[in-house]
């Protein structure tokens, strides 16, 4: 973390000098979330089910995406009351999920004291131009990305974690995999770059040169990179952390999963021993189905595509 | 790295550690142990505990992280090595997994049982709870520890036999948050975020102090 802790976030300092609300706060919860999986949960029951596997968060969302997909029509911040239920049952933190640029939602999220907010495109987007200025919040935020120019463009608005966005509620990672390899290549190649060759990385990205200049530097996001989107499997969780990313989340692949417990605890398994062919074999074993996949090119809305 | 250059101690050299790497922030104690000179290993099974003198249980999600123990079948093989003396350093999760109760946890959470102390997980409340403070901590030189406090625990009972090194005020009772026993130390925020690197020389001071005790008895 290169970013000064006295950053443009709306932290406060008690009369005992605590400060909370911190760029270094609100990073730090995702450092510790690092090789986790967090599970889309609808009810405290799933969100039972999700802890006693191993989860390290979870989002509390009305419907999957699956079925937000399925379903259609508006799709909008959960009831409190679910996020509450949900909070009441376990002891992991708890993210919750506001449109894009919907930024009272995110303010309902904040006073219920979510651990995490996802700025996510699998609920409707509220505005189509701007994002929420997350600067202006204590709570963190978790933002998708399909590019290093869009992961940027999110850290610049106040973005403490990125994930890449996949392709939501298809059980099926080829998107993962494709904005994982983009945003992860990308800054590789930045990294190589040279002082004039930035300017022109920072046109390109649309990116703020000061971030382009990080990542130059460092060689990676100044906030951890999860990924999300389309992992049903362990096999699948494995990929993307060998791919790079360095936590994951799971949406419908659990629960639309046949034995969702035991699928939970296998992406669990999967995702700390990512290296580890021999237990990949041991919790793959006589899994039963996964959540049923859909093709991409068959698909009437792309989520990705949403946000900008 | 917020301290600038760290001090390598002279012991570090040659010392060769272990870090749990099954989840969490472990690629910053690996980061600040390399830099104080000594070699890492990341630990995920039994096999990886051979060859280590030390032990750093990292932050992250003390759940996930007890869970993962007992399916990578490290909890025997670490209480036995930690009970035969093997120094450990534990940071926020890493402290609830050294320490020998779990307050408010589940119930079939694993305890290393390495610090007689009780725990209690969040115990600052959610993560708009987290914090960073200026900590003074007995026996550091120099400055306050800069901690930072992410969801984290504090001790609510302290063992015979345990020193209390740092404290912090919560809602008016003073709560341990630095604790030593013998040559296990645990602490309830991250050092290894803020980049000091005090507590970490400790815990390298009594690797180098068992190893050469181990050494000079293999000798005699």
Redesign the interface.
Same mark, same amino acid.
């Given at each position: 973390?290169t970013t000064d802790?006295s950053s443009r976030a709306d932290s406060t300092t008690d009369e005992?000098?605590?400060?909370?609300?911190?760029l $270094? =706060?609100k990073r730090?919860?995702a450092?510790?979330?690092?090789?986790?999986v967090i599970m889309d949960v609808v009810n405290a029951h799933q969100a039972k089910v999700a802890?006693d596997?191993?989860?390290?968060?979870v989002m509390a969302l009305e419907r999957v995406p699956a079925d937000i997909r399925r379903d259609g029509g508006v799709a909008r911040m959960s009831d409190p009351a679910l996020v509450e239920g949900i909070q009441s049952v376990v002891?992991?933190?708890v993210m919750a999920k506001a449109r894009i640029g919907h930024f009272a939602e995110a303010q309902v999220l904040?006073a219920l004291?979510?651990?995490?907010v996802d700025e996510s495109e699998v609920l409707t987007p509220a505005d189509e131009e701007h994002h929420i200025d997350k600067w202006a919040f $204590? =709570?963190?935020f978790v933002c998708g990305a399909t590019n290093l120019g869009e992961a940027l463009r999110r850290i610049s608005e106040g973005a403490a974690m990125i994930r890449s966005k996949g392709e939501a509620g298809t059980g099926n990672v080829v998107e993962a995999v494709r904005h994982l390899r983009t945003i992860l290549g990308d800054i590789r190649a930045l990294a190589t770059s040279d002082s004039a060759e930035r300017y022109a990385w920072a046109k390109r990205l649309q990116a703020p040169i000061d971030l382009v200049e990080e990542v130059a530097r460092t060689a990676s996001l100044p906030v951890p990179l999860f990924c999300a989107g389309g992992i049903a499997t362990p096999s699948d969780a494995a990929l993307v952390m060998q791919l790079g990313a360095e936590a994951v989340f799971v949406g419908s692949g659990i629960f639309k999963s046949a034995d969702p417990p035991r699928f939970a605890r296998a992406i669990?398994?999967a995702t700390?021993?990512f290296r580890?062919p021999e237990i990949l074999v041991k919790v793959s074993r006589g899994l039963g189905d996964a959540m049923p996949g859909a093709e991409i090119s068959t698909l009437a809305t792309k989520l990705a595509d949403r946000g900008w | 790295m917020s301290t600038g250059a760290l001090r390598r101690p002279e012991t570090a050299g040659g010392l060769r550690v272990g870090v749990l790497a099954l989840q969490g922030d472990v690629r910053e104690h690996v980061a600040m142990l390399g830099a104080l000179g000594c070699t890492v290993d990341e630990v995920r099974g039994p096999a990886d505990l051979a060859g280590v003198a030390g032990i750093v249980l990292p932050g992250g999600e003390s759940t996930t992280l007890s869970m993962l123990l007992g399916s990578a079948e490290l909890v025997e093989p670490l209480r036995e090595r930690l009970r035969a003396g093997m120094p450990a350093l534990g940071t926020c999760a890493g402290m609830i997994l050294l320490a020998t109760e779990v307050l408010d946890g589940r119930s079939d959470q694993q305890v290393l049982g390495a610090i007689d102390l009780g725990v209690r997980r969040n115990a600052f409340g959610r993560q708009l709870d987290s914090f960073e403070a200026d900590l003074a901590v007995a026996g550091l030189d120099g400055a306050p520890m800069h901690a930072v406090f992410i969801r984290a625990p504090v001790v609510e009972r302290v063992g015979v036999g345990v020193d209390v090194l740092a404290s912090v005020d919560l809602a008016g009772a003073s709560r341990p948050v630095v604790c030593r026993s013998g040559t296990v130390t645990v602490a309830s925020f991250h050092p290894e975020v803020s980049g000091d690197p005090r507590l970490h020389e400790i815990f390298l001071r009594d690797v180098a102090a068992v190893s050469a005790t181990r050494t000079a008895y293999q000798h005699a």
């Open positions: 973390m802790a005992q000098g605590r400060t909370t609300g911190t $270094r =706060v730090g919860l450092e510790m979330l690092r090789g986790g802890e596997a191993g989860a390290v968060a002891t992991i933190p904040e004291r979510v651990d995490y $204590r =709570v963190p669990v398994e700390a021993h580890d | -």
